[in-house]
């Protein structure tokens, strides 16, 4: 079985902040994908990032980063200098063998003015 | 207008109806998911199709049915609704047979937001 889990429930920031999402993942196989999605306050879900278990570079997309670490099985968000418009639900997840996505419970960031 | 879609967005039940949640895709995609998200509690799977002939239960299937009546139409009904139901439907593609091969990414319609009273 896979499992994924965002031990943070809410953070809030104020704006221009940096900010950290951690995401801690479990699963048996070796080739899987993780991902993370961000939900506004609209309720659509957004597509942010694919990472395949073999590319353990991190990713720069603007503000946005990634840092995944297999040995810690972590795959951890952040976001530089955090706006108002980043508050939202986000959402890690992860994929495998049993092609199916599993999602963690998200974290609720709130980014203050 | 948008790859996947759900109807309807938001609907008003009450216990015992029988509801229909219908998702359509123009992705072509063979593969069709029904997911549930309940605050605190993220997205889990109701009910998966990878086509026409194959369904298959996912963690949250009991209470839930579900129709694949074309590789582009998948819908998801409560034969009873409870209030326990109330929660923000999705719908997903993914595509497994493309030139890229399986990637894992799912293709989300805009939500159905349900309510049973």
């Known amino acids: 079985a896979q499992k994924v889990t965002q031990a943070q429930t809410e953070i809030s920031v104020v704006e221009k902040e940096d900010v950290t999402l951690d995401c801690v993942y479990e699963t048996r196989d070796t080739t899987y994908y993780l991902f993370w999605y961000k939900q506004p306050p609209s309720g659509e879900l957004v597509f942010l990032i694919r990472r395949n278990s073999f590319d353990e570079q991190n990713e720069i997309s603007g503000r946005y980063s990634w840092n995944f670490q297999k040995s810690t099985s972590s795959f951890n968000f952040t976001i530089t200098a955090s706006q108002v418009v980043d508050s939202a639900v986000y959402f890690c997840a992860l994929t495998g063998s049993a092609r199916q996505l599993t999602f963690g419970s998200g974290t609720q960031l709130t980014v203050l003015p | 207008d948008a790859d996947v879609t759900q109807t309807p967005r938001n609907r008003i039940t009450k216990t015992g109806k029988r509801i229909m949640l219908e998702c359509s895709q123009t992705?072509?995609?063979?593969?069709m998911y029904w997911y549930r998200q309940d605050p605190g509690l993220g997205l889990r799977l109701i009910y998966y199709s990878f086509d026409v002939k194959d369904i298959n239960k996912g963690e949250i299937s009991d209470g839930y049915s579900v129709s694949r009546q074309a590789q582009a139409k998948f819908s998801l009904s409560l034969e009873s609704a409870i209030p326990n139901q109330t929660a923000l439907y999705f719908c997903?593609?993914?595509?497994?047979?493309?030139?890229?091969?399986?990637?894992?990414?799912?293709?989300f319609g805009e939500g159905s937001r349900l309510t049973v009273l």
């Open positions: 997903a593609t993914s595509d497994e047979t493309g030139q890229g091969g399986y990637t894992g990414e799912l293709f």
């Open positions: 992705k072509g995609h063979d593969r």
